[in-house]
C-alpha cells in the first residue's frame, strides 16, 4: 500500500487523531513536496515507538534540539516507505538492529508543531512535523549508541515513567496516546 493509502485509510484512535487525519490529506492535497523538506510549512515525519518485548520498557533518546526525551524518528526525504524510515532512524540513532515492526500499519497519527531551531548552524523556521508513527519491538540486550550530532543520551526506560522524562508538553499527550492504544485503554 503507498504512503498516501496508508494514512487514508488509518482508523483515527480518538477525536485528536481525526482532526490531524484532515489536516495532513489536506497537506497531501495541497501541496506537491509535503514528503520533502522543500516544503517550509509541513512535511511528512515518520517515528517509531519502541518497546521491549514485555511492552514495560521504551527506547528513548535525548534529543538535542527539543532538550527531551523522544521517540526516534525523521523526516520522509522523498521516501514513500514509511516504515523504512521510521525502521532506519531507530537503527541509526539508537544502535539497536532487532527491530520487529509489531503491525506494518501506522499506529499513531498526528500532526506536531516544531518551535524555530537552529541546526546545523543554520535557523530553522518553525514549522509543523506531519507526524506517522509505528509500534516496534526492539532487543533490549542489544548495545545502544548515541548519534552525537542529534542526541545526547539513549536508553531503555519504564513506559509508565516516560512523561517524567520528557519536557514537551505536547509529546506528552502523544505518549500516554500510544501506550494507552497499546494497552487496549
Known amino acids: 500500500m503507498n504512503w498516501i493509502e496508508s494514512i487514508k485509510n488509518y482508523n483515527p484512535y480518538n477525536e485528536q487523531e481525526k482532526k490531524d487525519k484532515e489536516i495532513i490529506l489536506e497537506c497531501i492535497n495541497k501541496f ?16 517509531a515507538f519502541v518497546v521491549n518485548k514485555t511492552r514495560d520498557k521504551a527506547l528513548m533518546v535525548y534529543h538535542n534540539i527539543y532538550n527531551s526525551w523522544s521517540w526516534t524518528g525523521g523526516h520522509a526525504d522523498g521516501e514513500k516507505d514509511l516504515l523504512a524510515v521510521a525502521l532506519r532512524e531507530v537503527e541509526e540513532e539508537t544502535g539497536v538492529k532487532n527491530l520487529m515492526p509489531i503491525s506494518e500499519k501506522i499506529f499513531s ?4 508543531p516544531v518551535i524555530g531551531h537552529v541546526k546545523r548552524g543554520e535557523y530553522v523556521s518553525s514549522h509543523l512535523h506531519l507526524s506517522v508513527a509505528y509500534l516496534v519491538e526492539g532487543d533490549e540486550s542489544e548495545k545502544l549508541i548515541v548519534k ?6 539513549v536508553k531503555w526506560m519504564p513506559i509508565d515513567g516516560i512523561n517524567k522524562w520528557c519536557n514537551e508538553e505536547h509529546m506528552k499527550k502523544v505518549y500516554e496516546k500510544i501506550v494507552c492504544k497499546m494497552n487496549d485503554c
Open 32 to 47: 506537491y513536496n509535503v514528503l520533502t523538506r522543500d516544503n517550509k510549512v509541513a512535511h511528512i515525519t515518520s517515528s
Open 109 to 112: 497519527l498526528d500532526v506536531l
Open 148 to 153: 552525537a550530532d542529534e542526541n545526547s543520551g
